[in-house]
């Protein structure tokens, strides 16, 4: 199975700061990688796919980067309604693996 | 607009079977390249998939639950049915139905998720 790994695993930050969450994978993926956006109590929503693909609807604040094992979330400037867990998921092959949450919290 | 609705029993004993079915609307599950799957996430942990059929019948499983796992399709009733076998406490969770869909480019082609049902909390406990 291929592991995902994020880091941080919690994240402080305020209103407006650039926020970054990484993701690495125990092997390389290409770019396929997706990330889910979950409030507390809701299902996750997609985010990015295909590493910087930005699902229709989704903010231009989020962006995507990364391929090969080394990827990353970017949310340019954060928002109340930022404030949630984020996974990343590979779907390079079966199984398909989540990493483990990275929560953004406020400051 | 593309919808999920995951319905079940909230409650189950330890080594009963759990069958939990996803219903949709928005899409056809005969339609090429498109899938439909389970994820599942315990309290407070990280999300896990478990299953996936696809519009050609093809199925997958994560190989960790493949001997306890059955997915199946009506599409008729446009019904996606999960069986999961001897449920045990730890596989208390919430279940998600989630809508795979097929992208392809110059490097190639796989399936992500792109929707997700509103899930249901599955306790395991006698």
């Known amino acids: 199975d291929i592991q995902m790994t994020q880091s941080p695993s919690t994240l402080s930050a305020s209103v407006g700061d650039r926020v970054t969450i990484t993701c690495r994978a125990s092997?390389?993926?290409?770019?396929?990688l997706a990330w889910y956006q979950q409030k507390p109590g809701k299902a996750p929503k997609l985010l990015i796919y295909?590493?910087?693909s930005l699902e229709s609807g989704v903010p231009s604040r989020f962006s995507g980067s990364g391929s090969g094992t080394e990827f990353t979330l970017t949310i340019s400037s954060l928002q109340p309604d930022d404030f949630a867990t984020y996974y990343c998921?590979?779907?390079?092959?079966?199984?398909?693996?989540f990493g483990q949450g990275t929560r953004v919290e406020i400051k | 607009q593309i919808t999920l609705k995951e319905s079940g029993p909230t409650l189950v004993k330890p080594t009963q079977t759990l069958t939990l079915t996803c219903t949709f609307s928005?899409?056809?599950?005969?339609?090429?390249?498109?899938?439909v799957g389970w994820v599942r996430q315990p309290p407070g942990k990280a999300l896990e998939w478990l299953a996936l059929?696809?519009?050609?019948?093809?199925?997958r499983y994560s190989p960790s639950l493949k001997t306890r796992l059955t997915i199946a399709k009506d599409t008729s009733k446009k019904q996606v049915v999960l069986k999961m076998t001897k449920m045990d406490p730890v596989d208390t969770a919430t279940y998600y139905c989630?809508?795979?869909?097929?992208?392809?480019?110059?490097?190639?082609?796989?399936?992500?998720?792109?929707?997700w049902g509103q899930g249901t909390l599955v306790t395991v406990s006698s």
């Open positions: 092997q390389s993926i290409s770019s396929w």
């Open positions: 998921q590979q779907y390079y092959s079966y199984p398909w693996t």
């Open positions: 059929i696809f519009w050609d019948d093809d199925e």
């Open positions: 295909k590493a910087s």
């Open positions: 928005g899409f056809s599950l005969t339609t090429s390249g498109v899938g």
């Open positions: 989630v809508h795979a869909t097929y992208y392809y480019d110059s490097s190639g082609w796989r399936y992500y998720f792109d929707y």
